[in-house]
């Protein structure tokens, strides 16, 4: 959530936990200041659900926060990916106390249940394409139940959350504080934030989003097609995602699964991640063209692709294929410091895969992507 929890002066540790690993970064100084990072694999060697897994995402965190020498304890933690809902429509102009009750209301009617089972915000997006005095917002939300546990996470590693952000903010503020990312600061562009199970598109101008779609896996996610179609465990099939993603297929390279056939699993990954891509780059496609016509601009050719999977090998030929745009993987994070461990270059640590932690680490200094509520 975009929702303040208390408030702070020391710069905020940023804490990403998705895709089997844990993220922290903290910047000593302005968006240009040097960065302190860390980050290590949960482990989930033995299929651990439930509280176990619980455990172990603990154990990481208290791993990777012992491994740098952070600043404090005071954190900006992310609001679980696959947990956090988006819905866009217009509305009547609220002061922001009625809106957020109105939000949240509607929030609730949509997700089929009760307003105080939520943890609600909202974006403004600005004025309504139609010009009638109403404006469109974006509503944000998170089960009241599911905050709580990423929080006691984050706290039983011996952080404090100062704050929960939602990834969409988290990775606008990362990708657009960095001056090479922002092309032309007015310009609509293109922003895609990719993990196993969905793509997040958005449609960012003045370094906050304008428009978001919200493209889910059909397939149900390349772990889980991973995981039914070679009879593997969740934990193997999300190994075989991470070792995959680290770069390039290399036969050369260390196989942790010697049950399993590699050339098998990269076949079913390749098939699965085309399929993905080429949904991804059409409704993309769509969207920037919708969006261009009732706004009346144009939405720049290049995209930008953030996230866990975003360094999946040709995954961005894929992307380029389908419609004649331009993909790239964001390159560039601003600040000094980010990892220099880049054996495979478009691996774990990936600038584009550092995106939101960093956004998270920027939380209180790059205000425009976010909406602070006391």
């Not at 509280?51 to 404090?72: C, D, I, K, W």
């Not at 997006?125 to 404006?135: E, I, P, T, V, W």
């Not at 092309?183 to 895609?192: G, K, N, Y």
């Not at 790239?328 to 054996?343: E, Q």
Request: net charge negative; with cysteine; aromatic share 4%.
């Amino acid at each position: 959530m975009v929702k303040k929890i208390n408030k702070t002066h020391t710069p905020p540790i940023g804490c990403h936990i998705a895709s089997g690993y844990v993220r922290l970064c903290q910047r000593l100084g302005d968006r240009d200041a040097s960065v302190i990072c860390a980050m290590r694999r949960i482990d989930s060697s033995d299929d651990l659900t439930g509280s176990a897994y619980a455990s172990a995402t603990v154990e990481a965190l208290r791993q990777a926060l012992g491994a740098a020498n952070f600043q404090g304890r005071q954190a900006v933690a992310l609001c679980p990916e696959q947990d956090t809902n988006y819905l866009g429509f217009e509305m009547a102009r609220l002061p922001d106390d009625e809106m957020q009750s109105a939000v949240a209301i509607r929030l609730a009617m949509e997700l089929n249940t009760e307003p105080d089972s939520l943890e609600t915000d909202f974006l403004p997006l600005g004025d309504s394409a139609g010009g009638n005095a109403r404006q469109e917002v974006l509503a944000v939300g998170c089960s009241t139940a599911t905050l709580s546990a990423q929080v006691d996470l984050v706290e039983r590693a011996g952080l404090m959350p100062v704050a929960m952000d939602v990834p969409i903010c988290a990775a606008v503020r990362g990708t657009f504080a960095a001056a090479e990312n922002q092309t032309c600061d007015e310009a609509a562009r293109l922003l895609i934030h990719l993990t196993d199970e969905k793509a997040d598109l958005l449609i960012v101008s003045d370094s906050v989003p304008r428009f978001v779609r919200v493209l889910k896996n059909n397939a149900g996610g390349l772990v889980r097609q991973l995981q039914q179609q070679l009879s593997v465990s969740h934990a193997q099939a999300r190994t075989i995602v991470q070792t995959l993603a680290n770069g390039a297929p290399d036969q050369s390279a260390d196989w942790p699964l010697p049950d399993v056939d590699r050339a098998e699993a990269e076949r079913i990954a390749a098939n699965a991640v085309h399929q993905f891509g080429n949904d991804i780059a059409r409704e993309a496609h769509m969207c920037s063209y919708h969006y261009g016509k009732a706004r009346r601009t144009t939405v720049l050719a290049e995209a930008l692709v953030v996230g866990s999977l975003c360094s999946w090998p040709g995954l961005l030929r894929v992307l380029d294929g389908e419609t004649g745009a331009t993909y790239r993987a964001v390159s560039h994070l601003p600040g000094s410091g980010w990892p220099t461990d880049t054996n495979p270059p478009d691996g774990p640590h990936a600038p584009g895969v550092w995106a939101i932690a960093c956004g998270l680490s920027l939380y209180d200094i790059h205000r425009p992507a976010q909406r602070e509520t006391a």
